[in-house]
């Protein structure tokens, strides 16, 4: 057998290294080439760079992202992998066989085939000739040397299942009926057990509850925007997208704990069944409806609950926006949509559930013991140097860069926690524990750490994860919401227009309107590289030439023109940057909701290009890596603050203001007014006030300027000639309303949830608990001092966690007005709002762990 597979695997390895070096291998401008002969090519134009500029059109490639370049790069992998198939074929054929050889020819063959889907338009059908020869080597060998164990492994798996079928039809034979007796009992025990039921209905009710209200604020949000514009829910959607994947990360945890406690709960019962003569078939059927029974109940009580909770959402909307009457909402579809993820999310925490007890028999009256957990011992100094490494790494990006405001830096953050509560916490038992004395003193503190490490351990990090999640994050968040709210009008003008050269005469027509007050600004476009942090998205939507996109779109305009639009929203700011030549001033538009941001995202792994934005003056245009600084030079950004001049059109994602000293400003409009003819964009900003009873004739007339210059949105449909101050501050005002909302729902299930782990927790725990607490009243000790030492164990995961995240989270509390640069008076604000809901919250808390110890306090005493 060996001898065949060796000479099976040898012929195989020759036909692949000839395959790749004979055959046609690439194909380019409808010829095909072997790989040498295309080495050969590429060097005789003086390498791929040339031969790239030679044959193929920048523009195009640019455009497509299809280039020659990267099949180039990975050709010496099939190479790599000929002469290790004929190495490894010489030395089969010798009769030795390396399979060290064997492991590396087949990921070298995986590495290449993942980089072929980088670049399909280039490749042969040699490929798929070697990709067949690579299988058949390596299911021809397993065959060959498996072929007659297989063989007699079928044989006795097929007289086993004989024998169980014969065996299961001899057991199941059941000729009669269940009696009446057998009913009332299954009743009886269901009756019995209505607390677990409790549970389990309670918790699922929730999450189907702020799935209904999260789906239906946002459907509400939308239909109240009848323009149906490409902006709405733009940074809403984001929001929408980030609290919904937190609801369902949560509901799917605090199922998966459920159902676990509930199954754990019920092997008694079951157990209990079995000995009374009920079959195997006829139990499974009762734990299917039980169920499917909570199931379908906890989804009709949160789809009630989340109804009631939606029409109050609704009316609190609509009277925050002024909108008289109703809008018409379809609960129908949300219902649908609603009960669907519910379904879901239950089922993957079945799912979950299911291969947690794959290998127990759950209807088992055997309930296993716990066993003692031993403490970490690796890697601890190491673990504990390399978590403090997280955590600080974690707030530093968090603080400011290009990853600023994300979760990502939360969870590196939290890893640092997770080494250090392992690594760290083993090493302070093991202090406590080197002296005899000391050990003695803590011991009724040490032992639970000390002999049930790993789950107390888990369940501190997960009560830790979800406080730092809502006091670090969500609180914060939610206060800067609440805060936008006291601030000064985000729109101090009715209309803001980006005008053209041409479009002069159309706006000196408008301005002898009655009731007009009109101001016009010179300013030019302002390009970035990125608009937006970088994510997986952008990687997909870019160019081989690193082209990312949306690019950023900005407006652009001189210290002079700075001072007299921040003269009418801030006319006691008297303060000017005082410019020099490529320094910029930057003025975000946005309130106090937006997340801190940079002007230019742009991010290279390969380059240390700092934060510095690259500008472009005048309209976007294509570029790779060799052209990025030509088109978009590097700019020093001097300073910053968040001020709206003009409107908060884009949230400041895009149409901030971007401040230059007058004479580069003077510089860089002659360069864009001489490109106009090839690069047209506009010149003039616009800014009109008008009279209530002129806005819609002048909202018109401005529909055909906007119509004239949808060129303007041809990059991003979200960029328009014409803004108008009705229909933005509906969006804002929703937008904001559903962060509120977002945000408020994720504290809610955050916080029940760290209710139900902490009572899950415990809850499993009560018979050791109860077992210690009659040890200890039998060896002596009074009820006031156990009673004390259960409180100082329950407080470990209760109070504990909550203190350390709040410590914490004080880091968060102080630098979000800083990110996000509050004034003096928006810090003020957000202050006092923060601690009246951080007060709010700690009071809610502490009333829901009061209430739980005292019932599991009880559950232990008696």
Known sequence: ?????????????????????????????????????????????????????????????????ISIVPAYIFLFLPLLLAVVLLIRSALLFSGRDFGVLTNIAYWIGLIYLLTVFLTPYFICPALFICIFFMLADYIGARLIMERDEMNRKARELKQREKEERLDKIRRMRFPGRYSRDFFAVVFANFRSN???????????????????????????????????????????????????????????????????????????????????????????????????????????????????????????????????????????????????????????????????????????????????????????????????????????????????????????????????????GTKIITWFM???????????????????????????FLLFTIQILILSVYLPRLSSCLTANFEEADYPYDFVC?????????????????????????????????????????????????????????????????????????????????????????????????????????????????????????????????????????????????????GMFHGGDQENIVVFSDAYFEQQQKLVLDRLDKEPSPTQLVTIRTS?????????????????????????????????KQVRQHLAEGERFFKEIAFSAVIVSLLICSLFIFYLKYSLEVTELRRRDEMLDAIGMNGKDRLRLLHQELSAHSWWTLLSAAAVSAIFFIELPVMRMFSSKESGIYYMILLMILTGYIFIYAIGIHLLEKHIIKMIQT
Not at 323 to 350: C, D, E, K, P
């Open 1 to 65: 057998m060996k001898q065949t597979k060796e000479r099976f695997c040898g012929v195989v390895g020759i036909l692949v290294s000839a395959l790749i070096l004979f055959a046609k291998w690439i194909r380019f401008k409808e010829a095909g080439y072997t790989i040498l002969g295309f080495y050969f090519k590429v060097h005789h134009y003086g390498g791929i760079t040339a031969f790239s500029k030679a044959f193929e059109d920048m523009e195009e490639v640019t455009a497509s992202g």
């Open 194 to 424: 209505l607390k677990g039921y409790f549970l389990f209905i309670t918790a699922a009710s929730m999450s189907a509850a702020l799935l209904y209200i999260l789906f239906g604020t946002q459907y509400v949000i939308y239909k109240s925007n009848t323009d149906q514009n490409l902006m709405v829910l733009g940074e809403g959607r984001k929001i929408f997208s980030e609290v919904l994947k937190i609801v369902i990360f949560v509901s799917v945890m605090l199922l998966v704990l459920i159902i676990s406690n509930y199954i754990k709960m019920r092997m008694r019962n079951y157990g209990i069944f079995l000995s009374l003569g009920i079959r195997k078939k006829t139990l499974w059927l009762i734990i299917s409806l039980e169920y499917i029974f909570c199931i379908l109940i906890s989804l009709t009580i949160g789809l009630l609950l989340g109804n009631f909770g939606l029409r109050l959402m609704k009316y609190v909307y609509l009277q925050r926006i002024g909108i008289q009457g109703s809008i018409h909402t379809s609960y129908g579809i949300i219902n649908l949509v609603a009960a669907i993820t519910f379904l879901l999310i239950t089922g993957l925490a079945t799912l979950i559930n299911y291969h947690l007890f794959e290998g127990i028999d759950i209807t088992s009256s055997a309930v296993n013991a716990a066993k003692k957990e031993g403490l970490p011992k690796r890697y601890l100094l190491l673990g504990t140097v390399y978590g403090f490494y997280c955590i600080i790494s974690g707030i530093r990006g968090f603080r400011y860069g290009y990853w600023m405001e994300e979760a990502s830096r939360i969870a590196v953050m939290l890893f640092g926690f997770l080494l250090l509560i392992y690594c760290g």
């Open 434 to 460: 080197k002296k005899k004395e000391r050990y003695l003193k803590h011991v009724f503190q040490i032992l639970p750490w000390k002999y049930r490490f790993k789950t107390n351990a888990k369940y501190f």
């Open 498 to 646: 980006m005008a053209h050269e041409d479009d002069m005469e159309f706006f000196q027509n408008l301005e002898k309107s009655d009731g007009v007050q009109m101001d016009i600004y010179p300013m030019m476009r302002v390009d970035t590289l990125l608009s937006e942090p970088f994510s997986f998205n952008t990687l997909t939507s870019s160019t081989t030439g690193g082209m990312f996109f949306p690019l950023g779109q900005h407006i652009g305009i001189s210290e002079t023109t700075y001072q007299k639009l921040k003269a009418v929203v801030a006319p006691a700011d008297k303060g000017t940057p005082h410019l020099k030549d490529k320094e910029i001033y930057v003025v975000f538009q946005q309130d106090a909701s937006g997340r801190a941001r940079l002007l230019d995202w742009y991010f290279s792994p390969m380059e240390r290009l700092g934060y510095d934005p690259h500008l472009r003056s005048g309209s976007i245009r294509y570029y790779d890596l060799q052209s990025r600084d030509e088109l978009y030079p590097p700019y020093r950004i001097k300073s910053q603050e968040k001020l709206v001049l003009t």
């Open 692 to 724: 209530k009873s002129m806005y819609p004739e002048i909202a018109d007339r401005l529909e055909d300027f906007t119509k004239k210059n949808v060129s303007d949105s041809a990059w991003d449909a979200a960029i328009l000639p014409c803004y108008e």
